[in-house]
């Protein structure tokens, strides 16, 4: 797999799922603009495709630790996050992505955690369709 060699901007954003009504909190940090949010709410700043696939995957992801913690039977706790990062970069000429998620399971056993979360990127359709074409590293934080 190609890597970048020079980043040239991160979409980044912060998940948090809803156990009670199924809802997915998504925040947007605008590039170049540092802890600078951006929401979805009227007629703001146009995000970057970066965070908008970001967003998107984070989305599906967060759903798939639910779906992986369900099958172990493990409760996840209220304050379960996400951060994916997005890069655009290049390599050369040639323009790549990669990603980085940032998993918070707080008050589940370490090895548990780390085990959903790469299980989760296992069944995830946007980590699927991107598997072999972007480097995405999963860390537990």
């Given at each position: 797999?190609?890597?970048?060699?020079?980043?040239?901007?991160?979409?980044?954003?912060?998940?948090?799922?809803?156990?009670?009504?199924?809802?997915?909190?998504?925040?947007?940090?605008?590039?170049?603009?540092?802890?600078?949010?951006?929401?979805?709410?009227?007629?703001?700043?146009?995000?970057?495709?970066?965070?908008?696939?970001?967003?998107?995957?984070?989305?599906?992801?967060?759903?798939?630790?639910?779906?992986?913690?369900?099958e172990k039977k493990v409760k996840l706790p209220s304050d379960l996050s996400v951060e994916v990062e997005v890069d655009l970069g290049k390599k050369g000429e040639a323009y790549l992505?990669?990603?980085?998620?940032?998993?918070?399971?707080?008050?589940?056993?370490?090895?548990?955690?780390?085990?959903?979360?790469?299980?989760?990127?296992?069944?995830?359709?946007?980590?699927?369709?991107?598997?072999?074409?972007?480097?995405?590293?999963?860390?537990?934080?």
């Amino acid at each position: 797999m190609t890597r970048i060699e020079t980043v040239l901007l991160t979409g980044k954003t912060h998940t948090t799922a809803s156990g009670r009504d199924g809802r997915v909190d998504l925040k947007l940090s605008s590039p170049g603009n540092a802890g600078g949010d951006m929401t979805f709410a009227a007629v703001q700043a146009h995000p970057t495709a970066e965070q908008l696939f970001a967003g998107a995957w984070s989305a599906c992801y967060i759903s798939a630790i639910g779906l992986v913690a369900k099958e172990k039977k493990v409760k996840l706790p209220s304050d379960l996050s996400v951060e994916v990062e997005v890069d655009l970069g290049k390599k050369g000429e040639a323009y790549l992505l990669q990603a980085r998620f940032n998993v918070s399971v707080p008050g589940v056993a370490r090895e548990v955690a780390e085990a959903i979360a790469h299980a989760a990127h296992e069944i995830c359709p946007y980590s699927k369709a991107t598997r072999g074409n972007i480097d995405v590293a999963v860390n537990l934080v």
